[in-house]
């Protein structure tokens, strides 16, 4: 699956990771695999990433820099695919849903359309009672401007190719 990613910045990194340490039996993301994704693309073979991309960079052409929130820690209860719950930091930000609702009139939905929720996987599955505790905690926001965005190749976990904002 390849997707359009807002690279993170280590403070949402850092702080995904020691708050997944909390849920024990969880599945945990690893350092450098925490993502962000403002738009999945689909997936295929080396000549189908290509047309994604050209199609997304064309989408993408006029995108200004956006700001960007962690806002506190969040559940899904029952996730769309894979285990549950996914315990995630909230992300807030008009300029990311903006640009996902922009990527969607122009590149076709795969899994979010109108469902779409920014967010970063802490972790997925493991005991609920620990998940409900930790969506309790209080965290201090991160702020910060998202002037770059990557080209993600989700099955070998790598950014692909970047382009800077506004593009």
């Known amino acids: 699956m390849y997707s359009i990613n807002v690279?993170?910045?280590s403070a949402v990194t850092s702080l995904a990771a020691d708050l997944a340490a909390d849920l024990p039996l969880a599945q945990r993301r690893g350092r450098g695999e925490h993502?962000?994704?403002a738009k999945r693309l689909g997936g295929g073979d080396h000549a189908?990433?290509?047309r994604l991309e050209a199609q997304g960079r064309e989408a993408l052409r006029g995108?200004?820099?956006f700001e960007a929130k962690i806002a506190g820690v969040?559940?899904?209860e029952t996730a769309v695919t894979g285990p549950s719950p996914v315990v995630y930091l909230a992300v807030e930000s008009p300029g990311l849903v903006a640009l996902h609702e922009r990527?969607?009139?122009r590149v076709d939905p795969v899994m979010e359309g109108d469902a779409y929720v920014p967010h970063v996987t802490v972790a997925r599955g493991g005991d609920l009672d620990a998940a409900a505790r930790l969506?309790?905690?209080d965290i201090e926001p991160i702020r910060w401007t998202v002037d770059e965005l990557a080209f993600y190749d989700a099955d070998r976990n790598q950014p692909v190719s970047r382009v800077s904002l506004p593009a």
């Open 74 to 76: 969040e559940q899904f």
């Open 103 to 105: 990527l969607c009139e």
């Open 48 to 50: 189908a990433y290509a």
């Open 35 to 37: 993502t962000l994704v």
């Open 7 to 9: 690279p993170l910045p």
């Open 135 to 137: 969506v309790e905690r």
């Open 63 to 65: 995108q200004p820099a």
